[in-house]
């Protein structure tokens, strides 16, 4: 039996994290249909397995893949994004984020040091702040 779904998948596509994703949501909408009075929730739970074991089993290795890899740079970004919001709250305590008035670009100056003037990296303009 082993034999025959390993040449049955030969050829074929498989798993992957966005089919992994899919059957996730797949799983919440079937909860989700087990505590409410809407249908909706079941068929759409019973649509997205579907569509993920056409994935799986589809011979259309190389549109799988891009699929696939699309999800992961989306992901990505949102990984960096969350990074960046961190990063910039912990800056926050120490520094003060003042943006140029004439080219927009932000600008970075320590909290505690009073009024100063602040010369844009960008544009050399200079503006004055409190930090």
């Known amino acids: 039996m082993r034999q025959k779904m390993q040449h049955f998948m030969m ?19 079937l909860v ?3 505590f409410s009075r809407w249908d909706i ?3 759409l739970a019973l649509g997205m397995m579907g569509y993920e074991y056409y994935r799986m089993l589809s011979r259309k290795v190389e549109k ?4 696939n890899q699309k999800f992961m740079n989306w992901r990505y ?8 919001r961190k990063e910039l709250a912990q800056q926050r305590k120490i520094y003060h984020f003042y943006k140029c ?14 009024k100063i003037c602040i010369t844009c990296p960008k544009c050399k303009t200079e503006f004055i702040k409190k930090s």
């Open 11 to 29: 050829g074929r596509y498989g798993a992957d994290q966005l089919g992994q994703v899919y059957l996730g949501i797949s799983m919440v909408f």
């Open 32 to 34: 989700i249909s087990l």
């Open 41 to 43: 929730f079941y068929v």
């Open 64 to 67: 799988r893949y891009q699929e």
């Open 77 to 84: 970004g949102l990984a960096v994004k969350k990074n960046r």
């Open 101 to 114: 008035p004439s080219c927009r670009q932000k600008v970075r100056v320590p909290k505690g040091k009073g």
